[in-house]
């Protein structure tokens, strides 16, 4: 095992017991906090559902202040650096930090509620806690209508691009994989009913990107 994996186990183990220890006692009115209505409207989201904030406006109101000046994208794409997460990034913070649903198991929330993180900076405060808890349980969503969803990349839609990123690990590769043949209902569904913990690993892939993987497995 690497150095690197090692600290890593290390330092998840000794969150999760600084988490379910309750050793962080300024912070103790997060889990009496129930309902998003408690927390002041500074930070409750203008656009869309205001009960179900958005990735987008996390983003704006906690990431950008708090993450991203160390979490970016070319600290995860360095190879000598140990950061892993661009939190500019949805498909990162999914694939690296949460659990959708389950803040318990979602180092994002257990990182910043024991205030391992951010490094260097005041713990978030409980409003900023809260709604992070919210986003995560209301099944962490990148935006809703009423916000500008981030621009798509051209490999964004390419059927094969997308199977390789996502898919391959679990499947093998597209030419050997026992899906071809698939459609995109097909694969909705199994997102939809979690099959093989799709639902939990890959709530973020839209119609399109879905329909790609689809014609890519059927070629």
């Known amino acids: 095992?690497?150095?690197?994996?090692?600290?890593?186990?290390?330092?998840?183990?000794?969150?999760?017991?600084?988490?379910?220890s309750n050793c962080s006692a300024q912070h103790d009115s997060v889990e009496e906090i129930k309902d998003i209505s408690s927390v002041q409207e500074e930070f409750l989201?203008?656009?869309g559902?205001?009960?179900k904030p958005t990735f987008l406006y996390v983003k704006d109101k906690i990431f950008d202040k708090k993450c991203t000046s160390c979490h970016n994208t070319q600290a995860s794409q360095d190879v000598n650096n140990p950061i892993s997460t661009d939190f500019t990034s949805y498909q990162s913070v999914i694939e690296n930090a949460v659990s959708p649903q389950d803040p318990d198991n979602s180092l994002l929330f257990v990182y910043l509620y024991t205030e391992l993180m951010p490094l260097n900076d005041n713990p978030?405060?409980?409003?900023?806690?809260?709604?992070?808890?919210?986003?995560?349980?209301?099944g962490a969503i990148e935006y809703v209508?009423?916000?500008?969803?981030?621009?798509?990349?051209e490999n964004d839609f390419n059927g094969e691009v997308l199977y390789a990123k996502y898919c391959a690990?679990?499947?093998r590769s597209i030419t050997n994989s026992e899906k071809r043949g698939k459609t995109a209902q097909q694969i909705q569904a199994a997102?939809?009913?979690n099959t093989g913990n799709m639902g939990s690993t890959l709530p973020f892939l839209t119609p399109k990107e879905i329909e790609a993987i689809a014609e890519a497995l059927n070629f």
């Open 1 to 20: 095992m690497s150095k690197h994996k090692l600290n890593f186990i290390i330092i998840f183990i000794t969150s999760l017991l600084l988490l379910f």
């Open 45 to 47: 989201p203008s656009a």
């Open 49 to 51: 559902d205001a009960s």
């Open 124 to 138: 978030l405060s409980d409003e900023e806690l809260i709604l992070i808890k919210t986003w995560i349980e209301q």
């Open 145 to 153: 209508d009423g916000e500008s969803p981030p621009p798509k990349e």
């Open 169 to 171: 690990t679990c499947h």
């Open 191 to 193: 997102i939809n009913n």
